[in-house]
T-cell receptor, first 113, second 112 residues
Framework: NAGVTQTPKFQVLKTGQSMTLQCAQD?????MYWYRQDPGMGLRLIYY???????DKGEVPNGYNVSRLNKREFSLRLESAAPSQTSVYFC????????????FGPGTRLTVL | AQSVSQHNHHVILSEAASLELGCNYS??????LFWYVQYPGQHLQLLLK??????LVKGIKGFEAEFIKSKFSFNLRKPSVQWSDTAEYFC??????????FGGGTRLMVKP
């Protein structure tokens, strides 16, 4: 039981490049989330998917897109990376939308030059 | 919009000292409250949570938190910290919607 997995662990991009961060969970959770973590700002929600087939914007969605590929997988795409998107990205999942504990992945450290 | 404030950004303690980390939130309705911990190089883990009932909640590793509704607070406490408690601690609040709002985090360093 791996929990929540994320790939890649580290990535360096040049401004304007695109990339997709992958997330998968094996806990049969309905809800999945993407956060970014910046020093002193805690975690901020980018997008979430309350259930398979639905996605909604969080607090900081600009510059990102998401796809809930199936119940297990939730990807985050940066179409044209900007230095302001340098951050650590965490994926999380929960059984019900935010009523219960969210389980977090190990994170992806992204640097945009 | 809902906000969560953690006023202590950095805390340095010696082993065996007592710990209290503050958390205040802005939402006035029914809330679910959480404390998460992030040990160096690791992902976030749940320490404890409050949904209803006894406002004094006990979590893992000897941590507890008290929900004081009148003060919109959910402070984290531990009577005697250990070096292994060195980590970043995050308070989070959900107002029965789909989103958790996190505080900015408190970095705790425990000196051996």
């Amino acid at each position: 039981n791996a929990g929540v997995t994320q790939t890649p662990k580290f990535q360096v991009l040049k401004t304007g490049q695109s990339m997709t961060l992958q997330c998968a969970q094996d806990m049969n959770h309905n809800s999945m989330y993407w956060y970014r973590q910046d020093p002193g700002m805690g975690l901020r929600l980018i997008y979430y998917s309350a259930s398979e087939g639905t996605t909604d914007k969080g607090e900081v969605p600009n510059g990102y897109n998401v796809s809930r590929l199936n119940k297990r997988e939730f990807s985050l795409r940066l179409e044209s990376a900007a230095p302001s998107q340098t951050s650590v990205y965490f994926c999380a999942s929960s059984d019900q939308p935010s009523y219960n504990e969210q389980f977090f992945g190990p994170g992806t450290r992204l640097t945009v030059l | 919009a809902q906000s969560v404030s953690q006023h202590n950004h950095h805390v340095i303690l010696s082993e065996a000292a007592s710990l209290e980390l503050g958390c205040n939130y802005s939402y006035g309705g029914t809330v679910n409250l959480f404390w998460y911990v992030q040990y160096p190089g690791q992902h976030l883990q749940l320490l404890l949570k409050y949904f209803s009932g006894d406002p004094l909640v006990k979590g893992i590793k000897g941590f507890e938190a008290e929900f004081i509704k009148s003060k919109f607070s959910f402070n984290l406490r531990k009577p005697s910290v250990q070096w292994s408690d060195t980590a970043e601690y995050f308070c989070a609040v959900n107002n029965a919607g789909n989103m958790l709002t996190f505080g900015g985090g408190t970095r705790l360093m425990v000196k051996p």
